[in-house]
């Protein structure tokens, strides 16, 4: 099998892996080292950012970042043995589809601290594995608000990932809600594109949309949903970007994205490394919600005014969710 291996000295290294790569860490101290999920490491938004934050974590612990970037999802499994057999401290995977491989792992290696991005870890939990989770309703549902206030055709869209992904449809589910709190008569059209690489399905399934008469679009697909966000742009209808703030890290689309329903997946990395090294091994999970500050909606740009009471909705429904008054449906 042909590995392609590219090191790169910044912060870390990394390693493109196709069935199992790996190199050692640079320099001393704990090693720790990230599995993506399919797709691209710069993806703007899941793999990037929570790579950021694995690198954060490293710092602040005086250890050495690696990431292996996973092409297929047969790999999973080696990806991650690659980095056991080079006897890491820690490993963070990413993503809800590489999940039971990271639990054969964890149980297999209970001297490794296992973190798991978007895992939920079941009982009877191994000690050494953690699933950091989110709220991704909560941010679902502002997005929604903001594309209620904005909408002046009264149809919005959402175009997703793999439908089999919950958080995918946690968000989806969320936004739909938001929107619908504000206007019960709003049309929400959704598609899961089965796809989280693919731009020109993202920018087919929003062009569809719009000739619907969606005029925002929300996109919950990785880098297929930034062709989605591509498509809203060329349209001159609103997007609203997800995981992170995408105005920022999607400058092509900057002119049109009004806002973006985020997980805070940098901070969630960064802070999970730091309670190992302070505490020891981590167990069970950990959410990230609006209790904590793991989710946001991000700040409202293009639009000036800005609507009339919509960043008073955003904050009541933020502080709703934060004293548990307020639960979006996930499902």
């Known amino acids: 099998m042909k590995r392609s291996i590219a090191l790169v000295l910044l912060a870390g290294l990394v390693v493109s892996a196709c069935g199992g790569a790996g190199l050692p860490g640079l320099g001393g101290g704990p090693k720790i080292g990230m599995v993506t ?23 602040a612990v005086g250890g050495n970042a690696t990431v292996v970037v996973t092409k297929d999802t047969a790999d999973y499994a080696a990806n991650i043995q690659s980095l056991v057999d080079q006897k890491f401290d820690v490993i963070v995977t ?27 870890v079941a009982d009877p ?23 209620a206030n904005i909408t002046k055709s009264n ?13 995918v449809v946690a968000f989806i589910k969320g936004y739909e809600a938001g929107a619908k709190a504000e206007k019960p008569n709003i049309k929400v059209l959704v598609n899961y594109t089965e796809d989280f690489n693919a731009p020109d399905k993202g920018e087919a399934s929003a062009k569809t949309m719009i000739g619907q008469g969606a005029d925002v679009i929300f996109q919950v697909a990785g880098l297929t949903g930034a062709g989605a966000l591509r498509a809203a742009c060329n349209a001159n209808v609103w997007g609203i970007g997800v995981d992170v703030d995408q105005y920022l890290s999607l400058p092509d689309a900057q002119k049109c994205i009004v806002t973006s329903a985020e997980k805070k997946l940098q901070v969630a990395a960064n802070d999970a490394i730091k309670r190992w090294k302070d505490s020891g091994k981590q167990g069970g999970n950990f959410f990230n919600d609006a209790k904590n500050g793991g989710i946001a909606a991000s700040p409202i740009r293009n639009i000036s005014p800005v609507p009339a009471g919509l960043q008073a909705k955003l904050d009541k429904a933020l502080a709703d969710m934060k004293a548990g008054t307020l639960n979006p449906p996930s499902k």
């Open 37 to 59: 999920d399919i797709g691209q490491l710069e993806d703007k938004s899941f793999n990037e950012f929570s790579w950021k934050g694995v690198q954060d974590g490293a710092k």
């Open 94 to 120: 990413v993503g809800f589809l590489i999940g039971s491989d990271t639990l054969k792992a964890a149980q297999a290696n209970p001297n490794v601290q296992f973190f798991g991005i978007d895992q939920f």
């Open 125 to 147: 939990a191994p000690a050494n594995y953690q699933g950091l989770l989110f709220a991704e309703n909560q941010a679902g549902y502002l997005a929604g608000i903001v594309a």
């Open 155 to 167: 149809t919005i869209g959402a175009v997703g990932g793999v439908s089999a992904v919950p958080p």
